[in-house]
T-cell receptor, first 122, second 114 residues
Framework: AQKVTQAQTEISVVEKEDVTLDCVYE???????LFWYKQPPSGELVFLIR??????QNEISGRYSWNFQKSTSSFNFTITASQVVDSAVYFC???????????????????FGQGTILTVHP | DGGITQSPKYLFRKEGQNVTLSCEQN?????MYWYRQDPGQGLRLIYY???????QKGDIAEGYSVSREKKESFPLTVTSAQKNPTAFYLC?????????????FGSGTQLSVL
């Protein structure tokens, strides 16, 4: 069964510090997707990134970067020069290609980690 | 602006009462989902719908029911059979049903028991 673990329940930093959010996953599948979502205080989750299992290139988007390592089953997320607006709950999620429902149809069940609460202080 | 609208933002349920959470999307997405979020836990899938007039149980469907009569609407009913309904409920949609699809979420409904 697929599983996602975000060991850091809460992280507190001061503005401008760099912070890394850890994500470790378990899957028996060779084809899967990994996601990061951000949940600000308003409640809705916002998509940040999607990475498939065949693409281990790291990605940078502004102050955000992601380090995907299949050897350690990790997909960590780093925020550089954190800002107060980065305060939110961050979720890592895994979707397997061959997950089957009762009817035998492949579907994309998303398994979420427990989330990491990030607080950035001014 | 396109998006997902959930209502109400806060809902209170009395013992033995059924309540319905509304979810409407104008993104023209085929697939819709209901998730439950409890403090300190990730999101858990209640029901999903790949296309209009179709829906399937997720991991924690007991005590819940849904309908998908229109493409843009996917209401969730929390029945009296759900013994621990207090949670934050999130509705989501995706362009189509697939393992690589990103989800778009509503702003959620907080359900509490009186």
């Amino acid at each position: 069964a697929q599983k996602v673990t975000q060991a850091q329940t809460e992280i507190s930093v001061v503005e401008k510090e760099d912070v890394t959010l850890d994500c470790v996953y378990e899957t028996r599948d060779t084809t899967y997707y990994l996601f990061w979502y951000k949940q600000p205080p308003s409640g809705e989750l916002v998509f940040l990134i999607r990475r498939n299992s065949f693409d281990e290139q790291n990605e940078i988007s502004g102050r955000y970067s992601w380090n995907f390592q299949k050897s350690t089953s990790s997909f960590n997320f780093t925020i550089t020069a954190s800002q107060v607006v980065d305060s939110a709950v961050y979720f890592c999620a895994l979707s397997e290609a061959t997950n089957l429902n009762a009817g035998g149809t492949s579907y994309g069940k998303l398994t979420f980690g427990q989330g990491t609460i990030l607080t950035v202080h001014p | 602006d396109g998006g997902i609208t959930q209502s109400p933002k806060y809902l209170f349920r009395k013992e033995g009462q059924n309540v319905t959470l509304s979810c409407e999307q104008n993104l023209n997405h085929d697939a819709m989902y209901w998730y439950r979020q409890d403090p300190g836990q990730g999101l858990r899938l209640i029901y999903y719908s790949q296309i209009v007039n179709d829906f399937q149980k997720g991991d924690i469907a007991e005590g819940y029911s849904v309908s998908r009569e229109k493409k843009e609407s996917f209401p969730l009913t929390v029945t009296s059979a759900q013994k621990n309904p207090t949670a934050f409920y999130l509705c989501a949609s995706s362009l189509y049903w697939g393992y690589d699809e990103k989800l778009f979420f509503g702003s959620g409904t907080q359900l509490s028991v009186l």
